[in-house]
């Protein structure tokens, strides 16, 4: 089977002709886990029984997968990581909803259960927010009726969709918005029309606090998951260094510098989050360590520091697929880098981390089929990665071609396939 293929297969020999006639729903049986499931294929028919409801509906897809033709014998079949996701950056580019929701179709075809949503950077600010309507005037945007249709479709699929607002860095957008937010408030900006890293981060005050901690009370309302992500990442210090009221606040709240100043705010939002009963989310940062009960995106490395915890693995070396995907000549324009096939499908993430997690970054990604170019087939490899399926790169590439004609047939746009 394609993406992500069982883990565990015992054949016995012969084959059954499928039919949906022929399936049996045992009950549930929770050794299996809430995701695992139990496909037993004999002369009479096929029983699947689940740990759960996501564990059936995941049989259910492995059973469209295999085709009417089935191997006789039992497939027993669970995911190694708890948190297998996709990350599609919003802000960059905006992606209309149409898209999101199919996106959320591919990502349930190949067992992913997170979809997280960076919907906020310096370039615009893509969630609408009740108490600051300034922050979405003059781009696109979804409204709090889009975020719940795409929740709702999500959930009933066994997605997650996990909100991302970027802070204190990556927030040019918030600031153009409402100036007072800023460093500098008697200057205005525009949102950022360029890609890289803005100088131009959140103050220090507590007004500041208190205006993110308004928008994430909103964003829990409208994602009632469990995570929050409140970005943490490549955030300059040169404004707080230069900046008379930012070295007063961090000399009133025992800060050694502009260096602590970051997880300090990263601290508050995150301590806010925890009030309500939620789990925040932070990128990692050299030299930060996360609040305690905060779950880290590692990115800068293929696998945590010796004795971290809640670790959520996204190496931009094996898993930004906004990278070339070969170094052959036409491709189109892509972020500097090269992460082929090959690559993705080689991670070997520690499993001892939560999960792990690929990434659509959009600077060079302005239209839904430039994403659907870039994700794919590097998605399918990450998929196999995620389950704990991964193995022989060669079998790999014979299982993926019907896969990818599968995918073809559904309209979506693939990106070159380089052995």
């Known amino acids: 089977m394609i993406i992500p293929r069982p883990r565990e297969l015992a054949v016995h020999g012969g084959s059954l002709l499928y039919h949906q006639d022929l399936l049996r729903q045992g009950p549930d049986d929770v050794s299996l886990g809430d995701e695992g499931y139990r496909l037993d294929v004999g002369r009479h028919g096929v029983e699947l029984t689940a740990g759960g409801p996501a564990g059936r509906f995941y049989g259910m897809r492995t059973l469209a997968q295999l085709g009417p033709s089935l191997p006789a014998g039992t497939i027993e079949?669970?995911?190694?990581?708890?948190?297998?996701?996709?990350?599609?950056?919003?802000?960059?580019?905006?992606?209309?909803?149409?898209?999101?929701?199919?996106?959320?179709?591919?990502?349930?075809?190949?067992?992913?259960?997170?979809?997280?949503?960076?919907?906020?950077?310096?370039?615009?600010?893509?969630?609408?927010?009740?108490?600051?309507?300034?922050?979405?005037?003059?781009?696109?945007?979804?409204?709090?009726?889009d975020i719940r249709e795409i929740v709702g479709y999500a959930a009933e699929r066994f997605v997650t969709v996990v909100p991302e607002i970027e802070t204190p860095g990556h927030a040019q957008a918030a600031i153009a918005a409402y100036p007072r937010l800023g460093n500098d408030p008697a200057r205005r900006l525009r949102a950022w029309e360029s890609w890289g890293i803005s100088e131009h981060v959140l103050n220090l005050e507590e007004s500041t606090i208190r205006f993110f901690q308004d928008v994430l009370d909103e964003v829990m309302e409208l994602f009632p998951g469990d995570f929050v992500h409140v970005g943490g990442d490549e955030c300059p210090t040169a404004e707080w260094e230069r900046s008379p009221a930012a070295r007063r606040r961090m000399r009133d709240l025992g800060l050694s510098g502009p260096a602590d100043a970051c997880g300090w705010f990263i601290g508050r939002m995150a301590a806010h989050l925890?009030?309500?009963?939620?789990?925040?989310?932070?990128?990692?940062?050299?030299?930060?360590?996360?609040?305690?009960?905060?779950?880290?995106?590692?990115?800068?490395?293929?696998?945590?520091?010796?004795?971290?915890?809640?670790?959520?693995?996204?190496?931009?070396?094996?898993?930004?697929?906004?990278?070339?995907?070969?170094?052959?000549?036409?491709?189109?324009p892509a972020q500097r880098g090269v992460l082929t096939l090959a690559d993705a499908y080689a991670f070997a993430p520690d499993p001892a981390a939560r999960g792990v997690q690929c990434q659509l970054w959009t600077e060079y990604m302005p239209t839904p089929r430039d994403v659907e170019y870039?994700?794919?087939?590097?998605?399918?490899?990450?998929?196999?990665?995620?389950?704990?399926?991964?193995?022989?790169?060669?079998?790999?590439?014979?299982?993926?071609?019907?896969?990818?004609?599968?995918?073809a047939a559904q309209g979506v746009r693939i990106g070159p396939l380089i052995p």
């Open 77 to 145: 079949d669970r995911p190694r990581f708890a948190w297998r996701g996709v990350m599609l950056d919003v802000a960059r580019h905006f992606m209309p909803k149409t898209f999101v929701l199919r996106l959320i179709d591919l990502l349930a075809e190949h067992k992913l259960n997170v979809l997280h949503l960076h919907l906020t950077d310096d370039q615009g600010w893509r969630l609408e927010i009740e108490r600051h309507p300034r922050l979405t005037e003059g781009g696109d945007f979804y409204t709090r009726a």
């Open 374 to 407: 870039m994700a794919f087939p590097r998605l399918c490899a990450f998929a196999e990665v995620a389950w704990g399926s991964a193995g022989d790169y060669p079998d790999f590439l014979r299982r993926l071609d019907p896969h990818l004609a599968r995918l």
């Open 274 to 332: 925890r009030r309500h009963g939620r789990e925040p989310i932070c990128w990692d940062e050299p030299g930060r360590r996360p609040a305690p009960g905060t779950t880290t995106m590692v990115w800068l490395a293929e696998q945590a520091d010796a004795g971290q915890a809640d670790i959520i693995l996204t190496p931009h070396t094996r898993t930004y697929f906004d990278y070339y995907p070969s170094d052959e000549p036409g491709q189109p």
